[in-house]
């Protein structure tokens, strides 16, 4: 799955809950296990992760 939050709504959280979301929609159907991917010339998206405990 990819996401992408508009550029003017960004650092409003938007990102970050939907990472939320995926990971308790995950728990809930019983997956153990998610990867993510970041590329090289997006480290916000990496930062989101790891404020996730991805």
């Known amino acids: 799955m990819r ?7 960004s650092g409003k959280g938007i ?3 939907c ?3 995926l990971i308790n929609e995950a728990k809930r159907m019983g997956i ?3 990867n993510a991917e970041v ?3 997006n480290p ?6 790891i404020k996730s405990a991805f």
């Open 32 to 34: 153990t296990l998610l």
């Open 15 to 17: 990102a970050s809950h």
């Open 39 to 41: 590329v090289d010339n």
């Open 3 to 9: 996401y992408r939050v508009a550029e003017k709504e």
């Open 19 to 21: 990472v939320s979301f």
């Open 44 to 49: 916000a998206s990496g930062k989101i992760l």
